[in-house]
């Protein structure tokens, strides 16, 4: 359910940035779904008004054109109470305004997974003054937020394989339960090629406590990707990357119970299932 609230005087004149969208490049709408850990999408205004900036409890959200109209995705995280939600919508020259949205309950499914090294289970006092510098660091690249000089692209799957476990999962590690699952595993050998799911910049490289040898991709507007677990990394922070161009390899580092890639997907810092990002219709080559 999608409606307009009344008008919200501004105080301040907000500058409307530039933005150049590509021509020629495509962009497919993640499919919506609007339940902790998925994706609303808002119609705004049409193109051919200045671009909006919205807002969702002070994270900016993406907004791209589609179909003559601007259009806001939000991401949804985890940790969302259903209910009813409102985006703060700026635009010049007009008075701000809500967009409102609601949000349904869904129930994750339990995974059960036994770490031999159980480290992973109960840190020390050492490994968690690790691990909270890393969730900092990690939290940071979750916020980066950029203004793209190209169209999103219909996301592909970064690595051949069977999907190990999915998005959401309630986990329980030798039987203590710890934060739900916020990515997607794909089981593949080690040293299976782990390739950019879309064009971005790398934002940093690192090897952490529990997510191993990782790489993070900025999309654009706050739309970041997570490659965690990797044997090699094949990028530098900074470098410009296509669709299926490598940034990696698969590998157990950190915390796993075998080799596999963790892919997650942050939108406007909040951890959404990547399958709603997937082009299912077609299989996607590189240009």
Not at 16 to 42: C, D, M, Q
Not at 67 to 93: D, E, F
Not at 165 to 170: H, I, Q, V, Y
Request: proline content about 6%; overall charge positive; charged content about 20%.
């Amino acid at each position: 359910m999608i409606k307009v609230l009344g008008n919200m005087a501004t105080l301040w004149l907000f500058l409307v940035p530039s933005i150049t969208w590509a021509a020629g490049s495509e962009y497919s709408l993640p499919r919506t779904n609007a339940v902790p850990g998925g994706i609303v999408i808002l119609p705004l205004a049409a193109t051919t008004s200045p671009r909006p900036v919205a807002h969702l409890q002070n994270r900016r959200l993406m907004v791209i054109p589609h179909q003559g109209q601007w259009t806001a995705l939000v991401g949804l995280a985890l940790s969302t109470t259903p209910g009813q939600y409102h985006i703060r919508v700026q635009q010049r020259g007009r008075n701000d305004y809500h967009v409102a949205f609601s949000i349904q309950d869904k129930r994750y499914r339990t995974q059960r997974l036994r770490i031999k090294n159980k480290r992973f289970v109960d840190p020390s006092a050492k490994d968690l003054k690790r691990i909270w510098k890393e969730k900092a660091l990690i939290q940071s690249y979750f916020r980066h937020y950029t203004e793209p000089d190209r169209s999103l692209q219909a996301f592909v799957r970064p690595t051949p394989g069977r999907r190990s476990s999915s998005f959401g999962l309630r986990r329980i590690f030798n039987g203590k339960a710890r934060k739900p699952h916020s990515g997607m595993d794909i089981a593949a050998a080690t040293g299976t090629p782990v390739q950019a799911p879309a064009a971005g910049t790398v934002i940093a490289v690192g090897d952490y406590f529990f997510n191993g040898r990782s790489v993070f991709i900025d999309h654009g507007q706050g739309l970041v990707s997570m490659f965690c677990h990797l044997s090699k990394i094949t990028v530098q922070p900074g470098q410009t990357v296509q669709r299926l161009d490598q940034v990696g390899k698969v590998g157990a580092t950190g915390r796993v119970t075998g080799p596999h890639l963790h892919w997650s997907l942050s939108l406007n810092d909040a951890r959404v299932d990547p399958a709603l990002f997937l082009d299912t219709t077609r299989n996607v080559s590189r240009e």
